[in-house]
């Protein structure tokens, strides 16, 4: 049974994360805003929404809600979901930082990111109790 759970839960980051690349390449697609100018590091493409923050919030959520049941310790799960905040905080700021996004790309980045990643262990969740 636990390696049956490894299963479900890689094909549902890989259903997940590839949902989250669609999204991120068919927003900037749909919405066409240009990135602000005068960037420290010049990207390519249109800036809204920030494919990073989108990502990375899937991302880490995703490994967070994975591995969380395997946690006894509140405060170990604090710590990790504090540190699952923090890599999705500083990568945010970092794409504001160096100046190829707008801090509302980053923001629907996160907004949008959560609620696939929601969407995605909710549906996950539902399976699981299903299949038993």
Known sequence: MWLWQKYTHIIQFILTMSLTAFVAVAAKELTRVPRPPYPVYQEVGYSFASAHSLIVTVFFLLIFFSYKEYIQSKLLKFVFLLATVCVIASVSITRV????????????????????????????????????
């Open 97 to 132: 930082y160096l100046g190829v996004h707008y801090l509302s790309d980053v923001i629907a980045g996160v907004i949008v990111g959560l609620c696939i990643a929601s969407v995605s262990v909710i549906l996950y969740e539902r399976y699981k109790r299903i299949i038993g």
